[in-house]
């Protein structure tokens, strides 16, 4: 098929828009918002440890020098983070910090995991739409005999339908499913380091309660490192 049949304007509208809407109607506005929202997230920076333990070094530092009594919260721009801190100071707790970091977690995977599922779904009607096309395509043969020019026209809209839709499924969302999938991943591994550096720094500060239970959210050879 010469190159410049490849790009076909009724195809790309039956196979992007027929995917765009069913998915609309399935997921609802909700799921669809965190999904724009997760997807635009990948073009933004990531969460670090390092950008995370400098922003809250600060902080760490005031508590330790001053106590929590004399030191003042700071916000830090995360929401998690804040709200952990914020529950710190009220609490006077690593115990309830540990608690409210993990209703974030549980919060940030549930919001992931709709994403996810959202794109996937997506990926799913990407072909289902290129067969719909194709039904359009054999719709469109001549009825009143076969014209060699409208024969033509139906099976290149058939081929390129077909294939739009398995582009777009397997180059755009699904890959996209599984980089928000391992983007979040990754957030929550780096999140529970910097959440087992705070315990570390601050665990043998006086007046604060941990439960041995939440005392290894670290491997006990990294409690050390992260002390420093």
């Known amino acids: 098929m010469p190159f410049p049949l490849m790009f076909d304007a009724l195809s790309a509208a039956i196979v992007l828009g027929g995917t765009a809407l069913s998915t609309a ?5 909700r799921e669809l918002r965190l999904t724009v929202r997760a997807v635009a997230g990948l073009a933004g920076p990531r969460f670090t440890v390092m950008r995370a333990k400098a922003v809250l ?10 106590g929590l009594l004399r030191a003042a919260p700071k916000r ?3 929401r998690a983070f804040d709200d952990a801190i914020a529950v710190l100071f009220r609490t006077r707790s690593l115990d309830a910090l540990a608690q409210q970091c993990e209703i974030d977690r549980v919060d940030r995977a549930a919001r992931a995991d709709i994403a996810v599922r959202t794109l996937a779904q997506a990926a799913e009607l990407g072909p289902v739409f290129g067969m719909v096309g194709t039904l359009v395509a054999l719709a469109r043969l001549p009825a009143g005999g076969v014209d060699p020019g409208g024969l033509n026209d139906a099976i290149s809209m058939a081929v390129v339908t077909t ?8 180059l755009i969302l699904a890959p996209l499913a599984r980089a928000v999938e391992r983007r979040a991943q990754a957030e929550e591994c780096a999140r529970r380091e910097v959440l087992g550096w705070i315990q570390a720094q601050l ?8 439960a041995p239970g939440r005392a290894l959210l ?10 420093a």
Not at 218 to 227: F, G, K, N
């Open 25 to 29: 109607l399935r997921s609802g506005p």
């Open 57 to 66: 070094s600060g902080q760490i530092t005031a508590i330790r020098r001053d």
């Open 163 to 170: 294939l739009y839709g398995l582009l777009l499924a397997n």
């Open 203 to 210: 665990e043998q500060l006086p007046g604060l309660h941990l």
């Open 218 to 227: 670290v491997h006990p050879v990294d409690r050390e490192r992260q002390r």
């Open 76 to 78: 830090m721009g995360d």
